[in-house]
């Protein structure tokens, strides 16, 4: 079960992460380095522009919580 939710989690995390990370770059050069270097100037900038990145910021929280879960179950 706790392997499970690791990869499923690891997944959804990079996957989500990625797709925030190419709208941070697509902003502009500072917040992608920001976010290439610091997992929170992510979220915020998920936050910031929530109507456009509802999912990757949705998918990235989720999978980060995936992780959390699957090291509390092992």
């Known amino acids: 079960m706790a392997?499970?939710?690791l990869i499923v989690g690891a997944i959804l995390a990079v996957i989500?992460?990625?797709?925030?990370?190419?709208?941070?770059f697509s902003e502009s050069?500072?917040?992608g380095v920001g976010a290439l270097f610091c997992?929170?100037?992510a979220l915020?900038?998920?936050a910031l522009n929530w109507a456009?990145?509802?999912v990757p910021t949705l998918l990235y929280i989720g999978g980060?919580?995936?992780?959390?879960?699957?090291?509390?179950?092992?």
Not at 65 to 74: G, M, R, T
């Open 16 to 24: 989500g992460y990625v797709w925030l990370l190419i709208a941070c």
């Open 52 to 54: 456009e990145l509802k």
């Open 64 to 74: 980060v919580v995936l992780l959390s879960i699957s090291e509390v179950v092992k």
């Open 3 to 5: 392997l499970v939710l």
């Open 39 to 41: 997992g929170i100037v």
């Open 44 to 46: 915020i900038f998920g």
């Open 29 to 31: 050069i500072p917040w």
